[in-house]
């Protein structure tokens, strides 16, 4: 199986898409609700949260995982990639940073980045980008109401609508000329319809769903030793960590899905 792992339900964004051009290969999805927003946490919880999610999806099954939070991505990936993965030397664990900035690396000159502060605080994206484009001009701007709302399950609302004015306001300010903006939180595409109607036309929009399951695409076909350890019987599982009825009724606003989901617990032990 391919896990994914998320701080909650916004993971499903992209798991939708992996399953649309990968349909084949079984999954496993971790999302940590109970724990969530990623956002405001510090480094080392970011690190322990994610290992023990990414662990828990080696244990179960999962020879490779995507760790589909960019917050856990930003801020734990590296450090879980170099120096937890002794006891699994043959399984990987990936992100979702890369994959999107090798991609829009090489379109645009300017791009802005809407995330949560974790994301933003930890400069990956800044980083990452100047690796692909050392030319290219990054603007960030932290959107800290906008997981949790969704998570909620208060994206469609006039409120929403109002927080997610002001701060798309403020990134066109800081950087008038940008060509495009990522969506940089795997919970921000259910937002994508509204952004797209008040963002002006000659600004590119990217969430990253597809970009992500591309590259995943990409990846199995350049790792025939990882690939060849998955199961391809198409079977679907759904863990979360908080209310699995809650949970439910969140997919199915986010992601148009309608799993099941089994709860369970990440510890210490877990780690």
């Keep these: 199986m ?3 792992f998320d701080s909650g339900v916004g993971g499903l964004t992209v798991l939708k898409d992996v399953h649309k051009l990968l349909p084949d290969y079984s999954t496993m999805y971790l999302g940590d609700s109970a724990r969530a927003p990623y956002g405001d946490k510090t480094h080392d919880q970011l690190t322990e949260f994610a290992w023990q999610g990414v662990k828990y999806l080696f244990d179960h099954g999962c020879p490779l995982v995507i760790v589909a939070c960019n917050s856990a991505s930003a801020q734990a990936l590296r450090t879980i990639q170099q ?4 006891e699994y030397p043959k399984h990987r664990v990936l992100g979702v940073i890369r994959p999107t900035v090798e991609e829009l690396g090489k379109l645009y000159n300017i791009v802005g980045i809407l995330a949560t502060q974790a994301t933003v605080g930890s400069e990956s994206y800044m980083r990452e980008f100047k690796n692909v484009n050392q030319k290219i001009k990054v603007a960030q701007h932290a959107c800290p109401k906008w997981g949790p709302l969704v998570e909620e399950g208060l994206a469609h609302t006039e409120s929403t ?3 997610v004015d002001e701060d798309l306001k403020v990134l066109l300010q800081d950087e008038p000329n940008v060509e495009a903006i990522l969506l940089a939180c795997t919970h921000y595409p259910v937002l994508y319809d509204y952004i797209r109607s008040i963002l002006p036309k000659h ?3 990217y969430e990253q769903g597809p970009l ?5 695409a990409d990846y199995l076909g350049r790792h025939p030793e990882v690939e060849e350890c998955l199961e391809k019987g198409g079977e679907r599982k759904y863990f979360t960590t908080g209310d699995p009825e809650k949970a439910v009724r969140a997919a199915q606003q986010i992601a148009g899905l309608n799993p099941d989901f089994i709860q369970v617990e990440l510890s210490k032990e877990n780690s």
Excluded: H
């Design 2 to 4: 391919i896990g994914f």
């Design 83 to 86: 120096t937890k993965m002794q």
């Design 161 to 163: 609508n109002k927080i």
């Design 203 to 205: 600004i590119d929009l």
């Design 212 to 216: 992500v399951a591309t590259s995943l």
